[in-house]
C-alpha cells in the first residue's frame, strides 16, 4: 500500500509517500522558518497562506521523487490535529478532497502519534512496549505504549512545552526565532557551572513536569548577568542542562514504574544531542535501549504522518467523506488498530 501523507499543522509544510513494502520512497518539506523570523515567532494566519501556496507544488513534487503518478497512491493521511486550526484545515481539505477525486480512503492522524512513531521509520525500529518521551514544541508528554493507539499518559507537562521553554528561553537572551536549536548550539561554547537553575518537580514524587519557572529563572540570570557573548553562552550550557537533567529524572522514574526495557524519545527537542548523549547513558544502568528518529524525522515531516497513516488504513480504520481538523485532540483518545 502506497500513501500520501501531509503535514500542515504549524509552520512546516511536508510531504512524504510511504509504501508499506519498501518504507518512505518520497519526503519533501518546505520549512516557513524565514516567513516568521521577523516577527520572532509562528504567525498562524500567515502559517496557514504559506501551506495553500505550498502544498499541491509539494505533492507535486513527492510524486515525482517516487516516480509514482496519483494512480499509484491507495490512501492519503493528512494531519488532523493538534496544531494551528487554519494550518490544519490547509491540510486536510487538501487531503480529503485529494482522497474524494482519486477515489482512495483518507485517514487524519494525530500529529503526535506521528512524532511518536517516526522510530519506526528507522532501519532498527523499537519494538511494544516501550515508554515513549513526547518532546515538542507544543507537548512534553511521557507514555505507556503497548500498541498504535494503546496509549496511556503517564505524566506531561503542566505548563509550557520543553521546546516552548527553549524557544521562549532563546527570545528573552536575543537570540533568533526558532529559538531551540539556535540555544543549543550556542551551549556547545559555554562552560559549566556558571550559573544555578532549577529541576522543576523533581523534589516530589510523579512524572509530570513544569518548565515555566525555569523559562523565568532564566530570565532573571540573565538580567542580572554582564550579557556578554560568553556569559549568555553559559547561560544557554546551564538552561539546556537543566531541561535535560530534568527530563532525565523523569524517564528514570518511568522505566522504573513501568518496568519497561525500551525508551522512545520523539518530537522536535528530541534531535537535541546533549538530550540523546544523557538518555543514552540512562538507559545503559537499567539494561535498556533508547530510540530516536533520525534528525529530520524529529522535527514536523510528512513521512511521520504517511506511516502513522498507513497503519491505520491497513488497519481498515479510514475518515468519512466529511473532514474536520481539531486544535486540541488528547492522544489517549485514539482508537487501538488491533
Ligand atoms: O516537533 P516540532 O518540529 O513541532 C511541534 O510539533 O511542536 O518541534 C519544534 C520544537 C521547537 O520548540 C524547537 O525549538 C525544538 O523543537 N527544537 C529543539 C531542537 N531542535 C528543535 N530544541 C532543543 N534542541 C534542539 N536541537
Ligand atoms: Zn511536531
Known sequence: MRVLGIETSCDETGIAVYDSEAGIIADVLHSQIKLHAQYGGVVPELASRDHVRKIIPLINKALEQAQLSKQDIDGVAYTRGPGLLGALLVGSSVGRSLAYAWDVPAIGVHH????????????????????????????????????????ALLGESIDDAAGEAFDKTAKMMGLPYPGGPELANLATK????????????????????????LKTAALTAWQQSEQTPQTQANLAYAFEEAVVETIAIKCRRALEQTQMKTLVIAGGVSANTRLRARLTELVKKYEAEVYYPRPEFCTDNGAMIAYAGTQRLLAGQQQDLDFSATARWPIESLDSTV
Open 112 to 151: 503526535m502519534e506521528g512524532h511518536l512513531l517516526a522510530p519506526m521509520l528507522e532501519n532498527e525500529p523499537p519494538a511494544f512496549p516501550f515508554v515513549a518521551l513526547l518532546v515538542s514544541g507544543g507537548h512534553t508528554q511521557l507514555i505507556s505504549v503497548k500498541g498504535i493507539g494503546q496509549y
Open 190 to 213: 559555554g562552560k559549566p557551572g556558571q550559573f544555578k537553575l532549577p529541576r522543576p518537580m523533581t523534589d516530589r514524587p510523579g512524572l509530570d513536569f513544569s518548565f515555566s519557572g
